[in-house]
Structures are given as structure tokens and as C-alpha cells.
């Protein structure tokens, strides 16, 4: 029996009755799911769309639905039915993985030896430095990481602050959260081509936010920057910069924003600068000393960056380190409130301190800087791929983030896995992306092209055959 | 070679030098930890605590440093230690889940079908009713699993939306901000014994808050609640009840809170209920049905509840549930922010959904309520054992949270892991704790009494005699 029928035909105890929904007008989620945009499915590559919009009838998610008990069924046919659901999915993940090419995650990790560890809870609640009563945690694997990163970005381990998170959002949510806590009316000021994280947090913060016009490269532009600081002065600045943004992996300079900001009159105790650094922030350090480098020796806030990105790791992760003296506001005591942890979550995955440890142990920092070298050769590898075979590019010197126009075939985008953004798509050459596997999408890429090529050409075709057989 | 000198002895490349500090005054971490109080050691039991506040010296975290490759140890030597380090760390983790006693979760599972999983990089990354591009995903799950707590809560497929979240507190966050999304100039209403996330939350939204008193039980003060919306009156509700509080297990009763509005003139659009079930939500409804049950035929916004608690899973996580008409407010255009998307969380585990839905697939709903039965029948074994040998206890109908006197013996509250809040701490008795485990724990706190007894006489004699001597 499938198991959607098997759900379906056992319904749960009468608590479950299909009468029972709340006598409101309805309105129906399959009625409001997603605008349909650029002829295309507009699949929004991070899923930063509206909720509600016309309706589309493609992908929507399906459901496995949990299946009860059934007497048709004998306990072993159960086990054996769970056991095949769980297989045939494992071999999609495979396949799905294999694949993969669009988002900047390092799918190539081998954990192991880690592997016996999903048979405990494992929850670091709370502060990383100070262990509370629950015993089952990993906080001193998360203090050896955080301590990484602090030598990483040049801050003293007293003086730093972070934590290890469960995604790139909540290291945005936390370093723009520091923010305003320090700087209570602070405009919050961020590019247009940041993560959507970064306006979601002025939306729930209540902060004024001004949204930065960018260069052709993505950066954020630095000419209107001080525009708006000029406009706003008076009120402090909480700067949002990316180290790589989320589609062209554009780098915003830190030291010209430092510029920036000390032309206008803004002088250290009126700006914070949170340092979006997802996937590049954790590249960055890796690269010659002539990038602008991201560093506590400048006066910079905070840095974040995604765990399951560079690194690699089974589940979204991510570190936030920030200046101790920063994190000190979030305890300053608000009567009706009394709210004074630092962490945006209160349960924490214990897990990812173990995977970040174990990787960069096992890698260790040369590890790493090879890892960066091989993506920034491959990039170079694949754009020049691309151009020879005659398809536009373009790829930031700081980047390993390869834009080129958007395939019109759906299929090979869902195939690949490919982030799209208007009329744009990328490829993020992560450690996992070899040669072989850039030549045989380069090739499958030709050949879609071709297809709708050929497509739009018998269009025309027979368009002009069907005006011959009229006149 | 111990692995805090191999870290120590071999410093990373040189923009890792200990002279890059940001020259700003100094605030150190370690001088800044937490408060003391109580006479014993202040561990916040939830981690509620300032960060900031007097020197305390013990409960700081240990570090284990990422161990960089070393001259003085063969690549299979350095394998070897790492391997050594992950084997002692998890002998630990048996050690202290077997004892383990006062938190809220469920720390018998058995996912070993599942281990494979963690070989993938699983990511349900924005809206769990719409695909991203991302392939390597487990929304099948996840919309399963929603659907089984949407019938659990009564609420039409169609009319509900929700996600998995990464925890109790998420789903909070979420509620809150759903409700004030809803009622921008909404007052949030929440007991003083709810959970910290509530006002913290409040302190993110920049929420009016009003924290209301409790009654003996921990349940919300009714009458101060009715005063508290006369004074605001004008103004909407946004009010979190608790399914069950954090110490107490006290469930604030829905239907007084909703008779409660209706005498002070609050009708439906001008209130949002969020119900934190953090534990207690998701045992409730299978409880008999005289208790004030939890469910969308009433005017309620959204419910949470946490899945590592009663369900159990190695990674924090849990489930909200709101009504998709709510959700569409956070799809609004806000002009110069454009953030619409749904969740608080931007990539979000893909493990968890597969957690949940397969302990729900194994046990059914059969099996989640013998859980349950067997836990309340074990809570009262518990109150009776402590009564019997003399200990006061506190045990609220509608939970299985036995309180008692805060033991004295700080090693005693860390061997069984006890939360502990002022005066008193608990045991949650959760399905893994058995009637054998529990008999252990008496005699042993009975014993941890008698000890600090015949210290405490052991002083008086020693004074008398010391005066003696003086006299």
C-alpha cells in the first residue's frame, strides 16, 4: 500500500475530525503561493519571494505524510515500508547531490567518525562560555572553534564575543541586533544586492533603513553611501557590508566605507559595522594580503559566517564573533523586559560546533588555503569554459561566484540546481566542484541553449510557413 | 601530546599574531561573567542571565583547541588523537544523558535507521510549501510532519501555514512577530513566568510589553490580566499564554484568557493569541478532554512547540503553526525594506523534519499517548517517593514538572543536571526517566540532604565548642 493512501485511509483518533476548522472566512494557501515572472518559474534562488501572489501550480512541495499504524498491515510490512521510504529517499539525496552546482554550499565532507554522535540530544542552550546545567552539550568544541575564528579575524579571546549559529540569517539577525542595541537610533544602511536576511532584520527591529544602490560588480556604491550619511546625520550608522554578496559575490570595501564614513563626520562611537561574510568571509582570510582585509585591528562590530558553506557540514550552521564590550548592551537591564541572554536562539544545535571542529582540525589553516586556491582556479577554469563556448560571464576578482545568463530551460535549472535571480544565474565553484563535473555542465549547458535555439528557430519557421499556406 | 599544548605549540601563519588587537580600552569576557546569588552558584537554568555581572570562577566553558597539523606527529598519530578525543567526548555524552533528569527533554530515541543521513547537507531553505532550487532538501517531511500537527491542533490543510524550526525559542519569535505584524501598535501580554524568549522577543520588536504576575501555580494572574487590558484599552492585544511554563509546568487556561478579552471588550480582530507549548503543547491533546485543550476552533493565532522535548531528537528543533490568513501580513510591501520572506531562519535543518516524522511514523498516535500516560503516571510516582521520604513538592495538575527544594549540594544539581531557578528545581519526567531511575534519585537527594544537615549541625557544635574553649 502507498503510504499516502495508507494515511489516508487511517484516520487519526475523532480529537482529528475533518469538521473540526475554525469557522472564519478561509483563505486557502494553494490559492496564494508565488508570482510567476521572466516567462519562467520564478523559484526564488533564496527563497526571498512574497508568500502570497497569483497562483502557480508548480513547485509546491509534496507531503509524506506520517503514517499510522495500520491493521492491514503487520508490524514487520511497517518497519520494511519505513525502511524502503528512507532508502529511496537517500538515493534522491545522492543523486540530488551529486548534481548540485547553484548554491555555495561545500557538499564534499566526510563526518564518519562523527556518525554515532545522532544518538544524543545534544544542546549547548545559551551563552557558549558559560555551561548550564544540561549536561549533554559541546561547548568546548564551540570555545576551541569561536577561539579559531577570533585568532582568524585578529581579535584577543577576552575581548571577542560569538557563538556558534544555526545559519548565515542568524549571524545577520545577531550582528544588526548588537547594532542597534549600541546605537538605539541608528539608520541601518546596507546594499541592494545584500542577503534579504539584512532588511527582514530592519523590518523586525523597527530600524530606519536605507538601501544602497550597487556598482555593475554588486559592490555597494560608495558615492551613494555617503549620500545617505550625509542626509541622516545626526543619527548614528549600523553598516551592513557583504564579503561577497549573495548572487555576483561582490565584495564591499571595507576600507573605503572606513573612508566613507570618516569624510562625512562619522567618528568611531557613532557607527557599527556588522561584516556579512556568509560564504566568502570564510575564503577571505585565505587570499594574498592584498585584499581588503576583514579585521577586529579596524572598527568593525562584527563578523559573521555561514558554517555549511565553505566549510561544509550535514546541517546549516554558522559563527558570529563581535566585539565583548558590543555584546554588553544586549545585559543592560530593561525593567518591563528583563530579557538579558546575548544569543538570538535559546536552544542550540550542538552538533555543528562538532563538525566546524572537526574539519578544521582535520583540515587544519593550510587545508583551508588550499581549498580557496583550488575554487578561485576552478572558477577562472569555468569562465573561461563559458566564454570559449561563447556564453557572457562574469566573475568578481574577490570571488568564486560565476554569473552568466540564465538558462530558459527549467528542467536543466532544476537539474543543476542553479540559483536565479532576473535574468541571471550562477555557479559557486565550491571545494566539492571538480573539472570534470564544470565540463560536463558546460557541455549540458551548450546543449540546452542549443535546444531553445533550435526551438525558437522552427518557431519562426513555422510561423512563416503557416503565412505562406494563408496568402 | 596533550591537545591544548599541540594547539598552543604550534601558532597559525602570521596574520594570526597575538599583538592584532584592535586598539580600543579593553573590556575582558572572563572579568564580566555572571551574577551570584542564592549562596550557591548561580547557573541560570535556561540561560536567562546577564552576560554581564560580578567574577565567578567556575561554570566557565573549557576550550578544546582545533589541533593544527604538527611536525612532531605522523599524519595517522594526529588521526589516532582526533579519533581519541571524539571517543572520550562521547563516552561523556553516555555518561551525562544517563543521568539526566531535569530538562525538558526526551532523551530516548533511536534514529539509527536514520545515521546515513548525516552524509548530506540537508537544507529546507526558506518556505516549506514552495521548492528552492535547492535539491538536496526534505520538505516531503517537513509538509508531512506539518500536517499531522495541524490536525493535532485542528486547523484545515489549507488554512494553516508553518514551519520546523530550529527551537522553542523560534518559534516564539515567530508568533509574536506574526502578531505584531498583524497589530502593529499591539501591546504584548505575557506572564512573568513565561519563557525568556517572550520578552526578549518584545525587546527585538520593540514591543510595549506588559509582564503580568503569576498565580501560586505559575499560571497567569487572570484579574491582573483583565486590569492590564483596561489600562491599555485602544490599543490591540498580542498575548503569549504558556502551555505549560518553563519551572512550573503551569498552563495558562485559554478559554478564561479568551472570556477574560470578551468582558473587556477585545473582540477577535483586535487580539493575537500565540500559545508556547513548548513541552507541555504537545502533550496535551492527548491527555483526557477536560483539560483546556489547545486548538484552532478557537480565536487563537499560532502554537508552538519544541520537537526535542517530548518527541526527542538529537538536534534542537520544533514546530509552529500559525493560520496562513496571519502569515500573509509579513508578505506586505514595505517599501524601502522588500523582505517578505515567511520565516524567521534563512537556511533551515532538513534533518529535523525527517526526525519527527519518523518517531511519529514508529509510535503513531497510539504510541505518543502511551508516552504520555506513562509520564504523568511517573510524576505522580515521583511527588509521592519525595513526600513519603519528606520532601515538599509541587506538582500542577495539568504537567508532569515535579518542583522541590533547591538541594543544596551544587554537585548534586550537576550530576542529575537539575534546572534550578531561585529557591527551587525540578524534575521533568520525560519517557526515557524510568520508576527504577527516579528511586535512584531519591535516595541519593535524601542523601545529599542528610549531608548538608550533619553539616550544618557539625558547624553549630564546632562554634559551641570553640566558644567554649573561649569562655
Same mark, same amino acid.
Request: proline fraction near 5%.
Given at each position: 500500500?502507498? *503510504?499516502?493512501?495508507?494515511?489516508?485511509?487511517?484516520?487519526?483518533?475523532?480529537?482529528?475530525?475533518?469538521?473540526?476548522?475554525?469557522?472564519?472566512?478561509?483563505?486557502?494557501?494553494?490559492?496564494?503561493?508565488?508570482?510567476?515572472?521572466? $516567462?519562467?518559474?520564478?523559484?526564488?534562488?533564496?527563497?526571498?519571494?512574497?508568500?502570497?501572489?497569483?497562483?502557480?501550480?508548480?513547485?509546491?512541495?509534496?507531503?509524506?505524510?506520517?503514517?499510522?499504524?495500520?491493521?492491514?498491515?503487520?508490524?514487520?510490512?511497517?518497519?520494511?515500508?519505513?525502511?524502503?521510504?528512507? $532508502?529511496?529517499?537517500?538515493?534522491?539525496?545522492?543523486?540530488?547531490?551529486?548534481?548540485?552546482?547553484?548554491?555555495?554550499?561545500?557538499?564534499?565532507?566526510?563526518?564518519?567518525?562523527?556518525?554515532?554522535?545522532?544518538?544524543?540530544?545534544?544542546?549547548?542552550?545559551?551563552?557558549?562560555?558559560?555551561?548550564?546545567?544540561?549536561?549533554?552539550?559541546?561547548?568546548?568544541?564551540?570555545?576551541?572553534?569561536?577561539?579559531?575564528?577570533?585568532?582568524?579575524?585578529?581579535?584577543?579571546?577576552?575581548?571577542?564575543?560569538?557563538?556558534?549559529?544555526?545559519?548565515?540569517?542568524?549571524?545577520?539577525?545577531?550582528?544588526?541586533?548588537?547594532?542597534?542595541?549600541?546605537?538605539?537610533?541608528?539608520?541601518?544602511?546596507?546594499?541592494?544586492?545584500?542577503?534579504?536576511?539584512?532588511?527582514?532584520?530592519?523590518?523586525?527591529?523597527?530600524?530606519?533603513?536605507?538601501?544602497?544602490?550597487?556598482?555593475?560588480?554588486?559592490?555597494?556604491?560608495?558615492?551613494?553611501?555617503?549620500?545617505?550619511?550625509?542626509?541622516?546625520?545626526?543619527?548614528?550608522?549600523?553598516?551592513?557590508?557583504?564579503?561577497?554578496?549573495?548572487?555576483?559575490?561582490?565584495?564591499?570595501?571595507?576600507?573605503?566605507?572606513?573612508?566613507?564614513?570618516?569624510?562625512?563626520?562619522?567618528?568611531?562611537?557613532?557607527?557599527?559595522?556588522?561584516?556579512?561574510?556568509?560564504?566568502?568571509?570564510?575564503?577571505? *582570510?585565505?587570499?594574498?594580503?592584498?585584499?581588503?582585509?576583514?579585521?577586529?585591528?579596524?572598527?568593525?562590530?562584527?563578523?559573521?559566517?555561514?558554517?555549511?558553506?565553505?566549510?561544509?557540514?550535514?546541517?546549516?550552521?554558522?559563527?558570529?564573533?563581535?566585539?565583548?564590550?558590543?555584546?554588553?548592551?544586549? &545585559?543592560?537591564?530593561?525593567?518591563?523586559?528583563?530579557?538579558?541572554?546575548?544569543?538570538?536562539?535559546? &536552544?542550540?544545535?550542538?552538533?555543528?560546533?562538532?563538525?566546524?571542529?572537526?574539519?578544521?582540525?582535520?583540515?587544519?589553516?593550510?587545508?583551508?588555503?588550499?581549498?580557496?586556491?583550488?575554487?578561485?582556479?576552478?572558477?577562472?577554469?569555468?569562465?573561461?569554459?563559458?566564454?570559449?563556448?561563447?556564453?557572457?560571464?562574469?566573475?568578481?576578482?574577490?570571488?568564486?561566484?560565476?554569473?552568466?545568463?540564465?538558462?530558459?530551460?527549467?528542467?536543466?535549472?532544476?537539474?543543476?540546481?542553479?540559483?536565479?535571480?532576473?535574468?541571471?544565474?550562477?555557479?559557486?565553484?565550491?571545494?566539492?566542484?571538480?573539472?570534470?563535473?564544470?565540463?560536463?555542465?558546460?557541455?549540458?549547458?551548450?546543449? &540546452?541553449?542549443?535546444?531553445? &535555439?533550435?526551438?525558437?528557430?522552427?518557431?519562426?519557421?513555422?510561423?512563416?510557413?503557416?503565412?505562406?499556406?494563408?496568402?
Amino acid at each position: 500500500m502507498d *503510504p499516502v493512501e495508507l494515511a489516508t485511509s487511517c484516520a487519526m483518533p475523532p480529537v482529528l475530525s475533518k469538521s473540526a476548522v475554525a469557522e472564519h472566512p478561509k483563505t486557502l494557501r494553494s490559492a496564494h503561493l508565488k508570482t510567476d515572472t521572466y $516567462g519562467v518559474a520564478a523559484v526564488a534562488p533564496y527563497q526571498a519571494m512574497p508568500v502570497a501572489g497569483p497562483v502557480i501550480t508548480h513547485h509546491k512541495s509534496s507531503a509524506l505524510p506520517v503514517v499510522e499504524p495500520h491493521p492491514e498491515l503487520t508490524e514487520e510490512e511497517r518497519e520494511a515500508r519505513i525502511a524502503e521510504i528512507i $532508502g529511496n529517499y537517500m538515493k534522491k539525496l545522492s543523486e540530488r547531490t551529486h548534481l548540485h552546482m547553484g548554491y555555495p554550499y561545500n557538499l564534499e565532507f566526510d563526518y564518519g567518525l562523527l556518525e554515532g554522535l545522532t544518538k544524543f540530544s545534544i544542546n549547548n542552550l545559551g551563552d557558549p562560555f558559560i555551561e548550564s546545567n544540561y549536561g549533554v552539550h559541546s561547548r568546548e568544541f564551540e570555545v576551541g572553534v569561536l577561539n579559531w575564528f577570533a585568532r582568524l579575524w585578529e581579535i584577543d579571546e577576552e575581548e571577542y564575543w560569538g557563538y556558534i549559529t544555526t545559519c548565515g540569517t542568524e549571524g545577520n539577525l545577531h550582528g544588526i541586533y548588537v547594532g542597534r542595541e549600541n546605537f538605539p537610533d541608528g539608520v541601518l544602511y546596507a546594499s541592494a544586492e545584500s542577503h534579504y536576511s539584512v532588511f527582514k532584520a530592519a523590518r523586525m527591529y523597527r530600524m530606519q533603513a536605507e538601501k544602497i544602490p550597487t556598482l555593475e560588480s554588486g559592490e555597494i556604491n560608495y558615492d551613494d553611501l555617503k549620500a545617505a550619511l550625509i542626509a541622516n546625520r545626526g543619527k548614528p550608522a549600523v553598516l551592513n557590508l557583504n564579503i561577497g554578496t549573495t548572487v555576483k559575490g561582490a565584495v564591499d570595501d571595507v576600507d573605503r566605507v572606513l573612508a566613507v564614513l570618516k569624510e562625512t563626520g562619522y567618528t568611531e562611537d557613532k557607527f557599527f559595522i556588522h561584516c556579512d561574510g556568509a560564504l566568502f568571509g570564510m575564503m577571505m *582570510p585565505f587570499l594574498s594580503r592584498d585584499a581588503p582585509m576583514v579585521t577586529f585591528r579596524k572598527p568593525i562590530g562584527s563578523v559573521s559566517v555561514s558554517g555549511h558553506k565553505f566549510v561544509g557540514a550535514p546541517v546549516p550552521c554558522g559563527v558570529v564573533i563581535t566585539r565583548f564590550k558590543y555584546v554588553m548592551a544586549l &545585559s543592560s537591564d530593561v525593567e518591563y523586559l528583563n530579557s538579558r541572554d546575548a544569543t538570538i536562539m535559546g &536552544s542550540r544545535n550542538g552538533h555543528a560546533p562538532i563538525y566546524l571542529w572537526y574539519t578544521l582540525t582535520r583540515k587544519g589553516y593550510e587545508g583551508m588555503r588550499r581549498d580557496v586556491e583550488r575554487c578561485m582556479r576552478n572558477a577562472h577554469v569555468l569562465k573561461q569554459m563559458l566564454e570559449s563556448a561563447g556564453v557572457k560571464t562574469m566573475l568578481n576578482e574577490l570571488s568564486n561566484t560565476v554569473v552568466f545568463e540564465r538558462p530558459r530551460e527549467e528542467a536543466f535549472v532544476r537539474k543543476w540546481q542553479l540559483a536565479c535571480e532576473g535574468d541571471i544565474a550562477h555557479v559557486i565553484v565550491m571545494p566539492n566542484i571538480t573539472v570534470e563535473k564544470l565540463e560536463d555542465f558546460v557541455a549540458d549547458y551548450v546543449q &540546452s541553449r542549443a535546444r531553445v &535555439s533550435i526551438a525558437a528557430a522552427k518557431r519562426v519557421a513555422s510561423e512563416a510557413k503557416a503565412a505562406e499556406e494563408d496568402a
